[in-house]
C-alpha cells in the first residue's frame, strides 16, 4: 500500500508545483525552470523507477517458478491445485484436487505469514507434503510473491 501510495503523492505534489509555476509565472518566470521542489516530482514520475519497485509486477515475475504446476485459472488443477483466491483460504480446500493425507490435516489458514513460512520451506512447515519445490529462501521474493497472489482473487 505504501509503495503504490507514493506516485500519487508525488503526482499530487507535481500538479501543485505546475499550478504554482503558472501562477507565479509574470513575476518569476526565470527561477521556476531550476527551481528543485518542481524538478524532483518530475523525476519520481519516471516509469522504470517505478516498475523496479512495484512488487506485484517482480511477483508476477516470480510465479514462473510456480507456473509449471499451478494455475491461476479458478478450477483448473495441474500437478498442483490452482491458486486462484488462494489468499486467506484454509488449506486443502479445493474439493476436486486430490492432496496428500500431510496436507489434507495441515489444517492451516493461507494467511501472508502462513504462505510465507511454507514458500520458505514446503517440507519444513507440512511434513511429507508433495509439493517438490525447494523453497524461495529471500524473504522480499516471497514478499513480493505473495503480494501477485493478492490480486489473483
Ligand atoms: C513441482 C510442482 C510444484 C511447484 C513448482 C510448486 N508447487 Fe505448490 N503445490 C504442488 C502440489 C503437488 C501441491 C499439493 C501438495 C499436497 O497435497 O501435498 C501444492 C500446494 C500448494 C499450496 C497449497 C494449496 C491448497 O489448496 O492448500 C500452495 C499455496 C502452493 N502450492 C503455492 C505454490 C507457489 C506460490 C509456488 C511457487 C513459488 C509453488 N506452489 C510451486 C506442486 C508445486
Redesign the pocket.
Not at 507434503?129 to 519445490?133: D, E, I, L, Q, V
Given at each position: 500500500m505504501k509503495r503504490i501510495f507514493i506516485p500519487l503523492f508525488a503526482l499530487t505534489f507535481a500538479l501543485a508545483a505546475c499550478g504554482k509555476s503558472a501562477d507565479d509565472a509574470p513575476t518569476s518566470s526565470s527561477t521556476t525552470q531550476t527551481d528543485p521542489v518542481a524538478a524532483a516530482p518530475a523525476q519520481a514520475l519516471k516509469p522504470a523507477a517505478a516498475a523496479a519497485t512495484d512488487p506485484v509486477a517482480h511477483g508476477k515475475t516470480l510465479?514462473a517458478?510456480?507456473a509449471?504446476?499451478?494455475s491461476i485459472a479458478p478450477g483448473k488443477n495441474g500437478?498442483?491445485?490452482s491458486?486462484h483466491a488462494?489468499t486467506g483460504?484454509a488449506?486443502?480446500?479445493?474439493a476436486d484436487?486430490a492432496?496428500?493425507p500431510?496436507?489434507q490435516s495441515a489444517n492451516l489458514t493461507?494467511d501472508d505469514a502462513t504462505?510465507s513460512a511454507?514458500?520458505e520451506n514446503p517440507q519444513g512447515l507440512v511434513k511429507g507434503?508433495?509439493?517438490?519445490?525447494a523453497g524461495?529462501k529471500n524473504p522480499q521474493d516471497r514478499a513480493d510473491?505473495i503480494a501477485y497472489?493478492h490480486t489473483l482473487q
Open positions: 510465479f517458478r510456480c509449471s504446476c499451478h500437478i498442483g491445485p491458486l488462494i483460504k488449506s486443502a480446500s479445493l484436487f492432496y496428500s500431510a496436507m493461507w504462505l511454507y514458500l507434503n508433495r509439493m517438490a519445490f524461495l510473491l497472489l
